[in-house]
């Protein structure tokens, strides 16, 4: 299992901006961090990964998750009570409902 989470490791790369480590997937600072991913079928390709981890699919309605083939989406807040972190139990997020539309 240990050799998926390093190949996984390519689709989380971590950026400074304005001065602060950003990580893909996590929002929030550092105390309020949360860390947000989907699960999908039918197999994605690499770049569709990517693209798809970079989105904060929270903002995304159920109709753009069925688009995309995305089944569920968990979220775990990061626990950082000193300088070390861990991940809190997963939950299931709720897909927004799609707009209506306007006639």
Known sequence: ?????????????????RGRLMTTAVVG?????????PTWEPALGVATIAALLRTDVRKMSAREWAAWGIT????SNIQR??????????AVVVPRAAPRNRR
Do not use: H, R
Not at 29 to 37: H, Q
Not at 72 to 75: D, I, R, T
């Open 29 to 37: 600072g550092w105390k309020d961090a949360v860390f947000t991913w």
């Open 81 to 90: 009570p000193d300088k070390y972190g861990s991940f809190a139990p997963a």
């Open 1 to 17: 299992m240990n050799w998926v989470g390093l190949q996984a490791l390519a689709f989380f790369p971590v950026a400074v901006e």
């Open 72 to 75: 569920n989406v968990f979220s």
